[in-house]
């Protein structure tokens, strides 16, 4: 029976360390090359890639995958995979990890961190006894949403395949007749979702007693107060000498002591700057405008992005009932859009992601429950139509674009509402070396001394999902009057008068020219669009070639 509390049912276990069965969990073995690696060249490396390491004992940082001593049934997926190297966070976490210890690793959206976790989880798992019946999974990786959960499942199969490990994916929202079956048959990985892994433990379905090997993936989010009771219940559940990895791209000072309390001795990988960093392959442009004005922007904006070759675009709004009121109206109207929130069956949400995974619909609303870990190929455009609770939120969608080298444009709309972000937001554009326009400097200044903005680590409770079920009315797109949608492509009116994402001073815009601001790299977009928006936005001529609705 389930308690009032998640997992109220769940006992802790009493753990006697004396008679715990005995388990290995160092397997590394250093690569002559890196034993011969003098401590400048370590510091050379990790100046470049600004890597900061906390805590004692960290190995030297592997420069190459052979490096790595991976075993063969590893490397042989990792050449597959014609990579050139390993990522920097790769590079300093891989020998972290394979020597057993706990490990924080943060490190921007699309860096690979999924690996980072996955490829010493594989070796681990095959230097444990084998499963028996009625065993539980050795490793655990906890994530915050059901996608994220497949998705890692993904890689975890991809990688586990050629050692013959099994892996099963337990998550809220699909039956749980085949995730039984899977965790039954002897999967020795298990990627869960806080809610439906509680269920499946009370219900004596299985047991953490083997796991000796945990991932919390997006660990800040589950460690805020959305999923910390659920993922304290199900901690207490595994055996306190396992190791634990936690993975972000963002570290708010918030979680750090209710992490280490589930961490004891750890190392701290960051790279990057230490402060809240957005990738710096995305070119981010706020706009600074009125409420009311976004609609109409964001059809000038789709109109822009539909005719380039690579357009693949997620939205994010605010609440589930915008994202599917903004869908019905663009459906409308003709575009390629489908939506994606927690209001929708998991049948829905597979189906959308996977349109949108596979190009038949390169348009995607969605909630924050899209906002982190996944990982699309060619997301080309990421636009906020509403900026997001908190500043971290703002990191992680706009990494949905600009992964794995690739580069990406973010547009933001940004109203004076959302004013007491703004100090943060400018840090992040700041240290990314991005332009900030005068009227969102001005909007910065106006909100110092007005702060306390960071609703998301207060008071707010709400149990699994709580974040992403929030539904205030926004009235302004659930009237459904009669005039002309402001989503039909042939919206002429307005287009010409400005360049919406000017940032105010006059041709500012245009002569940053699309830099990232790093060495003069432009963003890699296509030059129609780059021109088009440096000539201050959407002329006649480039609306006549848009395609006609019925194309999508
Ligand atoms: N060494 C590597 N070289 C090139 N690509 C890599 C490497 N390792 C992983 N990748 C690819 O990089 C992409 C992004 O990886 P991943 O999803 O793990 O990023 P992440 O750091 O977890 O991002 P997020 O913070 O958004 O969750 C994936 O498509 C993955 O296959
Ligand atoms: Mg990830």
Redesign the pocket.
């Known amino acids: 029976m389930k308690g009032s509390q998640p997992g109220g049912s769940l006992r802790k276990p009493k753990w006697d360390m004396a008679t715990l069965q005995k388990f290995e969990k160092n397997f590394y073995k250093e690569h002559p090359n890196v034993l011969n690696r003098s401590p400048m060249e370590v510091q050379q490396f990790h100046a470049e890639h600004q890597i900061t390491i906390n805590g004692k004992g960290a190995p030297t940082p592997i420069f190459t995958f052979e490096e790595g001593c991976f075993p063969d049934y590893v490397m042989a997926q990792i050449r597959r995979?014609s990579?050139?190297?390993?990522?920097p966070?790769?590079s300093q976490a891989w020998p972290i990890a394979l020597q057993g210890k706990n490990l924080v690793g943060v490190?921007?959206?699309?860096?690979?961190?999924?690996?980072?976790f996955i490829l010493p989880a594989i070796v681990h798992v095959n230097h444990q006894p084998y499963l028996e019946r009625g065993d539980g999974p050795i490793v655990l990786v906890l994530t915050p949403t059901r996608e994220l959960a497949q998705q890692i499942l993904e890689?975890s199969n991809e990688f586990g395949r050629t050692s013959q490990l099994k892996s099963a994916c337990v998550y809220g929202g699909a039956p749980k007749g085949p995730q039984l079956r899977d965790l039954e048959r002897g999967a020795e990985i298990c990627i869960a979702t806080p809610g439906r892994l509680i269920d499946f433990l009370e219900a004596g379905k299985t047991t953490l007693r083997r796991t000796t090997y945990l991932v919390l993936?997006?660990a800040d989010r589950m460690l805020d107060m959305g999923f910390e009771p659920q993922i304290r219940k199900i901690l207490e559940q595994i055996r306190p000498d396992r190791q634990t990895l936690m993975?972000?791209?963002t570290w708010p000072k918030e979680v750090r002591r209710l992490a280490e309390e589930f961490l004891n001795d750890y190392i701290q990988v960051n790279t990057g700057a230490m402060q809240l960093t957005a990738n710096h392959s995305i070119l981010q442009i706020i706009d600074v405008c009125m409420e009311h004005e976004k609609e109409e922007k964001l059809v000038k904006l789709l109109n822009e992005i539909m005719q380039e070759k690579q357009n693949k675009t997620i939205i994010f709004v605010e609440t589930k009932r915008k994202a599917d009121d903004i869908t019905r109206r663009m459906k409308r109207d003709g575009w390629p859009v489908l939506s994606i929130h927690g209001d929708k069956s998991q049948q829905e949400r597979d189906w959308a992601l996977n349109d949108f995974r596979n190009g038949r619909n390169p348009i995607l609303v969605a909630t924050d429950v899209a906002s982190?870990?996944?990982?699309v190929?060619d997301i080309k455009f990421v636009i906020n139509f509403d900026y997001p609770n908190c500043s971290e939120d703002y990191v992680?969608r706009i990494?949905?674009t600009g992964?794995?080298?690739n580069t990406g444009t973010a547009y933001t709309f940004f109203t004076p509402n959302n004013a007491k972000q703004a100090p943060d937001l400018c840090n992040v554009l700041k240290e990314a070396k991005q332009v900030i326009s005068p009227k969102l400097q001005q909007l910065e200044e106006s909100s110092r001394g007005m702060r306390g903005g960071r609703q998301r680590w207060g008071g707010r409770g709400g149990g699994i999902g709580g974040r992403f079920d929030r539904s205030s009315g926004n009235g302004r797109f659930n009237d459904r009057s009669g005039g002309g949608s402001k989503f039909s492509g042939s919206n002429g009116g307005g287009f010409k008068s400005q360049s919406n994402f000017s940032n105010g001073s006059s041709g500012g815009f245009k002569s940053n020219g699309f830099s990232n601001g790093h060495g003069g790299q432009t963003n890699g977009n296509a030059g129609g669009f780059k021109s088009n928006w440096s000539q201050g936005g959407v002329t006649a001529a480039s609306l006549s070639s848009i395609p006609p609705p019925s194309r999508f």
């Open positions: 995979n990579w050139k190297a390993p990522t966070i790769q490190a921007q959206t699309g860096s690979g961190k999924t690996l980072g890689v993936d997006e993975w972000s791209a982190r870990g996944l990982d190929d992680h990494g949905r992964r794995a080298g």
